[in-house]
């Protein structure tokens, strides 16, 4: 079961230190019950665009070379680097420091402080769309993110009949025309959290993994993966902004969601 927080997103301003989290509260922040995600929106950050650069690892800076356009480029760094600060304040540790390893698809892992051959507990998921980053973190358990924003495709139906279930076709087609994009976009987004927690991304065909629900109005569902039956998901659908979907996938369990939001000082 998945619980949202009663009391909305609490929002937390970036200092020029980058800790804007190291005080009093910070053992409130980590909880094995709760998984916590984080919203960016990056265009508050462009002023920070080079003390972010400063915090890039040496790989990320070689992966930031190969993009073509400059947007894609700023986006990198913001995103990387809005992601190095909220990790930082989980880890205790300066947002520079904080060293990845990545799975066989491309999934980062963080890698312990201590030791850093071993992977450290906390888990965390990222996505983004246009200036909007998000990020899920769990401390124990895998956890997976994804977002879009929602809007008409023409080729929707063929996307469904590649991607989704019979069952999923099946209620698509039955819903009222207004209320079909915005279903289709929160299977899509279910599908890809899952494939991200597993840490295979779209490496399978999304088909593979199906979502249940009771209605379309529900805002939680299971999903399950076909290549591991066994393994039950739990599905929470939220809004992060206006015209935006977002989905979270962990495994069966009970946990609160909390939602913090990213904010800059100036």
């Not at 008409?152 to 819903?175: H, T, V, W, Y």
């Amino acid at each position: 079961m998945l619980v949202c927080n009663p009391l909305g997103i609490k929002t937390f301003p970036i200092l020029d230190d980058h800790f804007p989290f190291l005080n009093d509260d910070f053992a409130s922040f980590v909880s094995q019950e709760c998984v916590d995600i984080w919203s960016v929106s990056l265009n508050d950050f462009r002023h920070q665009f080079v003390a972010f650069h400063d915090l890039l690892s040496a790989e990320e800076r070689t992966r930031l070379a190969q993009f073509l356009f400059a947007r894609h480029r700023e986006r990198y760094v913001l995103e990387h680097g809005t992601r190095r600060i909220v990790l930082a304040a989980y880890l205790r540790e300066k947002p520079a420091t904080i060293e990845f390893s990545y799975g066989p698809f491309g999934k980062p892992e963080i890698k312990h402080a201590s030791d850093r051959s071993t992977p450290c507990a906390l888990s965390f998921s990222n996505a983004g769309t246009e200036d909007l980053a998000l990020i899920a973190i769990k401390p124990g358990a895998s956890v997976g993110i994804d977002v879009e924003r929602v809007r008409q495709l023409a080729e929707l139906n063929e996307i469904a009949a590649r991607c989704f279930s019979k069952r999923e076709r099946r209620l698509l087609a039955d819903l009222a025309f207004e209320k079909r994009t915005t279903y289709f976009f929160f299977l899509w987004t279910a599908k890809e959290a899952v494939l991200k927690a597993t840490g295979e991304g779209i490496t399978r065909n999304l088909e593979n993994v199906e979502v249940i629900m009771e209605s379309d109005d529900c805002d939680s569902a299971h999903a399950i993966d076909r290549c591991d039956p066994h393994t039950k998901w739990l599905i929470q659908r939220f809004f992060p902004r206006p015209g935006y979907i977002a989905s979270i996938a962990l495994r069966e369990g009970s946990y609160a969601v909390r939602h913090r939001q990213l904010v800059t000082s100036q």
